[in-house]
């Protein structure tokens, strides 16, 4: 069990803590992370805003990612981006740059955001109606697989740089999204890397994953991707006008 948040598989537990000590303190605190995210997804709900939570190890280009989705949509729908990182306001300082509101939310030790903390941003953010919310989450494929923020979906991205067999050694993540986004395709060329035998691997963990090759410095794939956005946030529209009535 991770000794910072207390997730982490049953069987597991942390130095000087008894195994069954440890799992009432993991599933404590993972049922007030889901009464908090049942929260977060009513407001989002109320307000017709779709989130989606973006989950990866660091260096996957999540943040790149982001960037070139802001430019590309250009306000339409209007993005808002949560981000969170251990330390540094670097992230949300590049995706103010393209125009778009983030607040960053710095996680100290901690190895993932939890429902408060994006719950606590989004009353600071205050979206408008109708909008998307990006949850860039900290650089872990382990421990935010385990904690519901609230989201409409989660989104694996995986760079092309990581290795074939990454959702075989990190399955829960996997098992978790909706989406698995290959990322930086551009360097297909230049590596050792087999994409389909990527995916096969995705879809034997989760035979619902979509999967999207996409490269943000060449473009490719990013089309798909921003259809993907724009069909979520005009899904998550009705339930905005229900709200309404």
């Known amino acids: 069990m991770c000794t910072t948040c207390g997730c982490g598989p049953e069987h597991s537990h942390a130095h000087g803590v008894e195994a069954d000590r440890a799992v009432a303190i993991e599933r404590d605190i993972l049922g007030r992370n889901d009464a908090e995210a049942e929260r977060n997804r009513r407001q989002f709900a109320a307000r017709g805003v779709f989130a989606v939570n973006l989950v990866s190890s660091p260096g996957s280009g999540k943040t790149t990612l982001l960037v070139e989705t802001n430019r590309r949509l250009c306000g339409r729908p209007t993005v808002g981006v949560i981000e969170g990182d251990q330390?540094?306001?670097?992230?949300?300082d590049r995706i103010r740059a393209t125009g778009?509101?983030?607040?960053?939310?710095?996680?100290?030790?901690?190895?993932?955001?939890?429902?408060?903390?994006v719950g606590?941003?989004?009353?600071?953010l205050d979206p408008?109606?109708?909008s998307v919310l990006m949850i860039e989450n900290v650089g872990n494929l382990v421990c935010p697989a385990a904690f519901d923020l609230g989201e409409a979906h989660k989104v694996v991205v995986l760079s092309v740089t990581e290795g074939e067999d990454k959702p075989l050694k990190y399955p829960d993540m996997f098992a978790a999204a909706d989406l698995m986004v290959l990322n930086k395709c551009d360097l297909l060329p230049h590596l050792d890397f087999?994409?389909?035998?990527?995916?096969?691997?995705?879809?034997?963990?989760?035979?619902?994953?979509q999967v999207l090759r996409v490269s943000a410095?060449?473009?490719?794939?990013?089309?798909a991707w921003l259809q993907w956005v724009r069909e979520g946030a005009a899904a998550t529209r009705p339930a905005l006008a229900r709200a309404a009535e």
């Open 100 to 117: 778009a509101a983030a607040i960053q939310i710095n996680t100290g030790k901690g190895c993932h955001l939890d429902a408060h903390m």
């Open 128 to 130: 408008p109606a109708g």
């Open 217 to 223: 410095r060449s473009g490719e794939g990013m089309d």
């Open 120 to 124: 606590h941003a989004f009353d600071h």
């Open 194 to 209: 087999d994409a389909g035998l990527c995916e096969a691997n995705a879809r034997r963990v989760n035979p619902h994953i």
């Open 87 to 92: 330390q540094t306001s670097n992230d949300a």
